[in-house]
């Protein structure tokens, strides 16, 4: 109950979230933080009509973190939408939203995984059990096993590259510009003023998670789960078809 | 507005708890049902339900101790379990279960052992290169029905705390509507009931001597079990088809255009319907088929409930696909789990060996008074 409650402004406000809407932490969240720098809050805005799917974001990501293959800690979701005989393509780069009442962290039964004081949510691999509970609670799929470290992983804001004042690896990379980040607790930074003055929208506000990715542009049609045909790609499937295929040639 | 969308690139988020987790909480679930079965013959001493108590004793042990096994296994590092005892997680669910394990199969062997103790002092009576060990598992003692209706009441509370975590651990997880239901704890204990009957009625026919008062005892009690699933899936059912609530609507509607869970509705209602049929129409003389399909109907429901839950995508289009893969994480896991839980079985009735029905009741020599207090 407690939960809604603070999540209402989000949770019932449709997909609006305006600088006004913007609540802290909740207390216990916010007691529980540990390391970074409070100063800073940590948010991307991500700007889909900027986006054209190149997925330079996705490999960058994935060089600069050594995500293993058949692994994303971001993707660029990719749909072909047809509407009264005409079609176009929608591009909708996901990651982990950094959430302000992250879903994930209460269910960890180690404690491995943990809010930052400046919003980021990270994994500490050496607690983490695999347990996966954590993956499960994420209403975003933005979590997985990595079975290289057989831990829990996910999107860290490229936290080792914010920590040295250098800007995560797929906005280092956006041709597009359509990435942005920044620190809500500035004023003055671009997220912030986007983030006042523009119509923003979450993903799956009614979760109640407050993310902090934000999006320009994001059609309700793919806020939630999208109503579609899904793909016929899996990765892992493919990987296997590619080994098999070496192995005989 | 006429909108059709085509999903191009995305990812398929692999099942992250295994076919280990559904063979956890399949014999966890059996193992809390086989407490509850045994209760009335040994912690209450109901001698009407003493064979039948013996039985679900057997399930609850077996079960229970190859349960956690699958659990440590699902882990994808199980070599930091201890990880869990290091810390206070009074938030997670999981963090409690962590606890809660170890208290109940505790429970669950000293209860074992006060129930089994007149067995073990018997078997000491016999000339047998064993019966020193026998007589050493006795520890000098027989029957003690105080024992076994205080460690009884210890392990039930074990029980209740386990059904309490492992049904609230799933249906804490907002971010899937088919979990996020608070019937789902009710309905892992009402089917584990149904699994537990089922193997009480399946080791009952496979013992040397089927006994038909206890297949009759254990398929009324099936039935029950049965209706009260039904009772459960209907109300769950009504809530999401009328749209009373928006989460069972939505857990509903995420999976209703999918030819696949019409099918395994259908396979749910039939695996139901139809041993609670049978059961009632003819309890006696059906043991074998309607504990195949109880067992079969407990196992199919965690396994619909875990791996199909995990294949409906939080945010993209479509099913995930899922193939059950042939080594530990699949197949070899679950047949690796029933193979424990098979030499389980086979260890302790090899121990224990059913006491036959026509010999005179087993050294009993308990006072009135304390019957009468076992009656209240």
């Known amino acids: 109950m407690d939960q809604s409650r603070r999540n209402f402004c989000l949770g019932a406000g449709a997909a609006t979230v305006g600088a006004a809407t913007l609540s802290t932490a909740p207390a216990e969240a916010a007691v529980a933080r540990k390391g970074g720098d409070p100063a800073h809050r940590w948010a991307m805005v991500v700007d889909v009509r900027k986006c054209v799917g190149c997925q330079a974001c996705t490999v960058a990501c994935i060089m600069e973190n050594d995500v293993p293959e058949n692994s994303f800690r971001t993707i660029v979701s990719t749909y072909e939408v047809t509407e009264h005989d005409s079609s176009g393509t929608y591009m909708l780069p996901r990651l982990c939203n950094h959430c302000e009442d992250p879903p994930c962290i209460p269910v960890c039964p180690t404690g491995a995984t943990f809010q930052r004081r400046d919003g980021i949510v990270v994994v500490d691999n050496t607690v983490c059990v695999g347990c996966a509970y954590c993956v499960q609670a994420c209403p975003y799929d933005a979590r997985f096993i990595n079975h290289e470290t057989q831990t829990a992983d996910k999107c860290t804001f490229c936290v080792h590259r914010v920590d040295a004042g250098l800007l995560p690896a797929c906005v280092e990379t956006c041709v597009g510009g359509a990435r942005i980040f920044g620190d809500l607790n500035d004023p003055g930074s671009t997220v912030s003023k986007l983030v006042r003055e523009q119509d923003l929208k979450v993903l799956k506000p009614e979760q109640g998670t407050q993310p902090r990715v934000f999006y320009v542009g994001l059609d309700p049609k793919f806020q939630g789960r999208v109503d579609g045909t899904p793909t016929l790609w899996r990765p892992s499937a493919h990987a296997e078809r590619s080994l098999a295929g070496k192995e005989h040639a | ?376």
């Open chain 2, 1 to 376: 507005m006429d909108t059709n969308i085509v999903e191009i690139i995305n990812v398929t988020r692999e099942v992250a708890w295994l076919p280990w987790a559904v063979q956890y909480f399949f014999l966890i679930g059996l193992s809390v049902g086989g407490l509850l079965l045994s209760l009335p013959g040994y912690a209450f001493a109901r001698e009407e339900w003493r064979r039948l108590g013996r039985v679900a004793l057997l399930v609850a042990l077996t079960c229970g101790l190859a349960a956690p096994v699958a659990l440590l296994s699902d882990l994808h590092q199980p070599g930091r379990f201890w990880h869990f005892y290091v810390v206070l997680r009074p938030t997670s669910w999981m963090w409690w279960g962590s606890l809660f394990i170890p208290f109940y199969v505790t429970g669950l062997l000293v209860h074992g052992w006060a129930c089994f103790r007149e067995e073990f002092q018997q078997q000491g009576r016999v000339d047998s290169r064993l019966a020193a060990l026998y007589r050493l598992a006795a520890l000098g003692g027989g029957r003690n029905d105080r024992l076994i209706r205080g460690t009884g009441l210890v392990v039930l509370a074990g029980a209740a705390l386990v059904a309490l975590y492992t049904g609230t651990e799933v249906a804490v997880v907002k971010a899937r509507p088919l979990w996020h239901t608070p019937f789902l704890p009710v309905q892992f204990l009402m089917t584990a009931l149904v699994g537990a009957t089922g193997l009480v009625l399946l080791l009952n026919r496979f013992a040397a001597v089927t006994d038909h008062e206890v297949e009759v005892q254990a398929n009324r009690l099936l039935a029950g079990a049965l209706g009260g699933v039904m009772v459960v899936g209907g109300l769950w059912l009504a809530l999401g088809l009328f749209g009373i609530d928006r989460t069972h609507a939505e857990a509903l509607e995420s999976v209703a255009k999918s030819e696949a869970w019409r099918v395994t509705a259908i396979w749910a209602v039939l695996a139901t319907a139809l041993p609670f049929v049978i059961a009632v129409a003819k309890p006696k003389g059906t043991g074998l088929l309607t504990g195949l399909i109880a067992v079969h109907s407990a196992w199919m429901f965690r396994w619909t409930v875990f791996i199909g839950g995990q294949t409906v995508p939080k945010t993209g289009a479509g099913f995930y696909e899922y193939a059950l893969p042939a080594g530990p994480d699949g197949l070899l896991g679950i047949v690796g789990t029933a193979g424990l839980w098979v030499f389980l079985l086979l260890s302790i009735t090899a121990l224990l060996p059913t006491p036959p029905r026509s010999a005179p009741h087993p050294v009993r020599a308990v006072p009135a008074a304390d019957r009468a207090v076992a009656a209240e």
